[in-house]
């Protein structure tokens, strides 16, 4: 491979690892707080179909990337009310939510396919995209990529040095603790579902309005499902989850590739490649682990006071 | 100030916890309707072509059963799985390497009488579908890896491996360019029980629900399984072999969606084509949790949810409903009983605050 194939090769997999990463860090938060959530993947979707429908009735397309936020966010409540007001079992709900979510878009979805909507065209950054190399790779892309440079340190500071984001990680390491100290941990656990839902939105939206401006049913393929996995791989923290990110972004930029080139292989295994890759992560990032670092009350309730 | 408390429930709810089932399908049904209803389909007439689509007429309670077959055997092994707290999502993927392993006999002995070559795609089924639920255990048991997301991505590697298979060397030369295998011979299909449309995978269904009863209720491995589902410490703490039981649940597991599959191909389709994944791992995991994973209730749960696949197939033709509604209102009926569970599981009570 030469290098004039690498960099466009690159630049395709920072592209196509950003819906990923907004998922991820959208899952990231909303797991820090202690809520497992599994329907990643129906929430994508909806903040996919919600963009699209949102690009395509005011043609406003930043307007729809925010609409499609709160898609998330309204998507991702109906998990928080189950699991936070009813106590549910938060594996169970999260699946329920992926199976209403992928049922709700493609219901709404059908009557849309093979329609486009205006959204994001590439926007090069002056002087930065002029650098050799990185320029290309980072800095030849649309608005909604910059984005992405700057949510994980944002998110990082926020989670370890803001008040806010102490309390929030509190109520998903020690709710009793916390609880024992005043915070309202079931609040805290709400403003992380809920702000994890509109960034898990964004992600789904980046497909349809971004990615690939066509509206196709089953859009987010898995992509949700890959962020969940990401999380643990990224030990729940932002900046791993980059590194993640774009080395699924890497794995299906180079599938598409190599499809378009035409090889010998036949697509359905090379379509294979990132769920395999999936496994491959999990089973390394368990490896390498020493102590677990899921935030230790994830996936229980909290238990109400009696 | 009044406030709402929430307190941990002593005793069991007893028979008000059917009034709170009842309750929460229809607050899904009422959802439902308000869904139709934003999307210009008129409610009531939605539910009624719902109900009389899935179990108005002879046709369609047979329809119903048929459907029922695989989402019930499906659902039985994720169940399985569930009793032991561990999160099989892969009966889908499962289900399809039954459908391939049975497919691989049914090609490979054309010639064979049925006595042969039946037992035959059935133990591959098995073999084939508790492989696959057997990898993501050990990867569990070995390395801690998260079994939801190894079975999941295991599903989506399966439908490609289906897809390689008929797109290509399983491909009936004769099929006009159409992804499928040729038709299986006669003796490799289960034929229909006496003047009905079900075949006899029904009769399977019973006797495999049956045993799997009886396993939990009679042998030593079986107690200690549902010991083990109750609390892993204490069965830890038991010397009990908890990895080698997580291995056996996913191995039988698997092997129950292998049979499926071997149903769906052998008695439904008389081939393999990409059309045999509908989906119907995805509802067994629905079903098994309505059904809080007791095998009789299984039946009933998996046949109510085959009659709303078939019944919003009726919605389709009378109303033009896309056939995803059925996914709406699978979601809807599950987060509305896990949401109902709050009130079999705690009392409500309002009291006065004082302070503050």
């Known amino acids: 491979m030469t290098v004039e194939m690498l960099i466009p090769l690159l630049a395709a997999t920072v592209q196509s690892g950003t819906p990923i990463l907004y998922a991820t860090l959208g899952a990231i938060f909303n797991e820090k707080s202690g809520v497992l959530n599994l329907g990643v993947e129906g929430v994508m979707i909806i903040g996919a179909l919600a963009g699209f429908v949102a690009a395509q009735a005011t043609g406003n397309p930043a307007l729809a990337f925010l609409l499609a936020g709160l898609a998330g966010t309204a998507a991702v409540a109906i998990h928080g009310i189950v699991c936070l007001w009813f106590r549910g079992n938060q594996v169970v709900s999260g699946l329920a939510l992926t199976i209403l979510g992928v049922g709700f878009a493609n219901y709404l979805g059908t009557s849309l396919v093979g329609q486009s909507a205006p959204g994001f065209s590439k926007m090069p950054i002056p002087l930065l995209s002029d650098i050799p190399a990185i320029g290309p790779i980072f800095f030849n892309h649309d608005p909604l990529v910059y984005l992405t440079y700057l949510i994980p340190p944002c998110m990082w500071l926020f989670l370890n040095f803001t008040r806010f984001g102490l309390g929030l990680r509190a109520a998903g390491e020690y709710p009793a603790a916390a609880t024992a100290a005043g915070l309202n941990v079931q609040g805290y656990r709400w403003v992380g579902i809920l702000v994890g839902g509109f960034f898990m939105g964004l992600g789904g939206a980046y497909l349809s309005l971004a990615y690939t401006h066509l509206w196709t049913n089953n859009l987010t393929g898995g992509r949700g499902w890959i962020a969940v996995a990401l999380v643990i791989f990224a030990f729940w923290r932002p900046g791993r989850a980059v590194f993640g990110a774009y080395l699924f972004g890497g794995i299906m930029a180079l599938q598409l590739r190599m499809q378009a080139q035409g090889t010998a292989v036949p697509s359905s295994l090379l379509l294979m490649l990132p769920y395999a890759l999936t496994i491959l992560v999990l089973v390394f990032s368990s490896w390498r682990r020493g102590v677990s670092d899921a935030p230790a009350a994830l996936g229980t309730n909290v238990e109400p006071a009696d | ?356």
């Open chain 2, 1 to 356: 100030m009044i406030r709402l408390r929430i307190i941990k429930r002593q005793e069991p709810l007893g028979w008000r916890s059917c009034l709170v089932l009842f309750s929460a399908i229809a607050l899904s049904l009422f959802l439902s309707g308000i869904l139709l209803w934003l999307r210009g389909t008129p409610p009531i007439e939605g539910i009624v072509s719902l109900f009389s689509g899935g179990f108005g007429s002879r046709w369609a309670i047979e329809d119903s059963l048929l459907k029922a077959i695989p989402i019930f055997l499906c659902s039985l092994g994720v169940a399985i799985a569930f009793r032991l707290q561990i999160w099989n999502i892969g009966a889908e993927g499962q289900f399809a390497l039954g459908a391939i392993g049975a497919t691989w006999m049914a090609l490979s002995f054309p010639e064979q009488p049925a006595w042969v070559i039946l037992p035959l795609m059935i133990i591959m089924a098995m073999i084939f579908g508790g492989m696959w639920g057997v990898v993501p255990a050990v990867l569990r048991q070995k390395l801690q890896t998260n079994e939801i997301i190894v079975t999941l991505m295991m599903n989506y590697i399966a439908i490609l491996l289906l897809d390689y298979l008929v797109f290509g060397v399983w491909k009936d030369p004769t099929s006009f360019g159409f992804p499928m295998t040729p038709t299986f011979s006669d003796a490799a299909i289960v034929g229909k029980i006496a003047s009905t449309s079900i075949h006899w995978g029904l009769v399977h269904c019973v006797i495999l629900g049956v045993l799997v009863w009886a396993f939990f209720r009679f042998t030593k491995t079986g107690f200690e399984l549902k010991a083990s589902g109750d609390s892993v410490r204490a069965a830890r703490y038991a010397g009990l072999p908890y990895n080698w039981l997580v291995v056996l649940v996913m191995a039988m597991s698997g092997a129950l969606a292998g049979w499926a599959g071997f149903l769906e191909s052998s008695a439904t389709i008389h081939r393999l084509q990409p059309s045999i994944m509908v989906g119907y791992g995805y509802t067994a995991i629905v079903v098994a949790w309505l059904a809080r994973l007791n095998p009789l209730s299984i039946g009933i749960a998996a046949f109510l949810l085959a009659g709303l696949r078939v019944g919003v197939e009726s919605m389709q033709l009378d109303l033009q409903v896309p056939a995803d509604f059925g996914g709406i209102m699978e979601g809807l009926i599950l987060l509305s009983v896990l949401a109902g569970g709050l009130f079999t599981n705690y009392r409500l009570k309002w009291e006065k605050k004082h302070d503050s």
